[in-house]
T-cell receptor, first 113, second 115 residues
Framework: SQELEQSPQSLIVQEGKNLTINCTSS?????LYWYKQKYGEGLIFLMM?????EEKSHEKITAKLDEKKQQSSLHITASQPSHAGIYLC?????????????FGKGTKLSVIP | EPEVTQTPSHQVTQMGQEVILRCVPI?????FYWYRQILGQKVEFLVS????????KSEIFDDQFSVERPDGSNFTLKIRSTKLEDSAMYFC?????????????FGPGTRLTVT
């Protein structure tokens, strides 16, 4: 079965600093999803990547899927307190249009004003 | 902006009791999912549902679990006889289509506490 490893597990940054979160898969990624979760709340969809080398941006958040499609990174530029939360990567593992997403354990981000 | 809604937000029940968790998916979505997250652990897939039948289910989704779309808007998860280990956050999700091209949108979750 597919495993997703996220690093770091937690991150504390000063407001205004840039940061990167990584998600590494044990298998080829056919669809990679990034979600944000606030403690005890639901998952907010951020971005989905499919093609090797693909890069998407939304406001100050950029996500990339590497060419070999086994790793994705999420980069936040000029972090703000509103970026604080748990970032989860999720993947469609089968490549056959599977219905289920497999998730990593998450990266907890704290932003200090 | 359309969103997935879930009720109740928190459910406390005694071991052995039946619970029904309710979800209203986004109105034009056709694919529905339940996931759960035990405190401190990963979000885990339970089941997917399309065209009034289960499409996929995980090992977690045993005979104690069932899903139903009783009308045109609701999607429910029933746990027949709850166990302590069923305590978790349960998330409903929906997508317009499925597979690698379509995003799954999640609801805010129902926190289930089994005592």
């Amino acid at each position: 079965s597919q495993e997703l490893e996220q690093s770091p597990q937690s991150l504390i940054v000063q407001e205004g600093k840039n940061l990167t979160i990584n998600c590494t898969s044990s298998k080829t990624l056919y669809g990679l999803y990034w979600y944000k979760q606030k403690y005890g709340e639901g998952l907010i969809f951020l971005m989905m990547l499919q093609k090797g080398g693909e890069e998407k941006s939304h406001e100050k958040i950029t996500a990339k899927l590497d060419e070999k499609k086994q790793q994705s990174s999420l980069h936040i530029t000029a972090s703000q307190p509103s970026h604080a939360g748990i970032y989860l990567c999720g993947a469609d593992a089968s490549g056959a249009g599977s219905y289920q997403l497999t998730f990593g354990k998450g990266t907890k981000l704290s932003v200090i004003p | 902006e359309p969103e997935v809604t879930q009720t109740p937000s928190h459910q406390v029940t005694q071991m052995g009791q039946e619970v029904i968790l309710r979800c209203v998916p986004i109105s034009n979505h056709l694919y529905f999912y339940w996931y759960r997250q035990i405190l401190g652990q990963k979000v885990e897939f339970l089941v997917s549902f399309y065209n009034n039948e289960i499409s996929e289910k995980s090992e977690i989704f045993d005979d104690q679990f069932s899903v139903e779309r009783p009308d045109g808007s609701n999607f429910t998860l029933k746990i027949r006889s709850t166990k302590l280990e069923d305590s978790a956050m349960y998330f409903c999700a929906s997508s317009e289509k499925t597979g690698k091209s379509y995003e799954q949108y999640f609801g805010p979750g129902t926190r289930l506490t089994v005592t």
